[in-house]
């Protein structure tokens, strides 16, 4: 998927199911920091949103982190 397309999905998503909003964005900070390794199904529950939409949501945000490793702090590794 072109990343102008997938990030288009996920401010869709973040829309959608108002992931924005300070305390669900809390939350998700602190589900994805946990340090347990997370599954697409385990955040679509918890966050009562389809699996389809968790898994672009998440993969949005695991390119992120590729990128900022890769680009923004190549030598913090």
């Known amino acids: 998927m072109e990343l102008h397309i997938h990030k288009e999905k ?3 998503i973040v829309k959608k199911y108002k992931l924005d909003d300070i ?5 998700i900070s602190k ?4 340090g347990d390794e997370i599954s697409y199904k385990e955040f679509a529950k918890e966050f009562e949103m389809s699996e389809k939409d968790s898994q672009v949501f998440l993969s949005f945000i695991l390119k992120g982190i590729k990128f900022k490793e890769e680009v923004i702090d190549p030598n913090n590794k």
């Open 10 to 12: 996920f401010e869709k």
């Open 23 to 27: 305390s669900r964005a809390e939350k």
């Open 31 to 34: 589900f994805l920091t946990s």
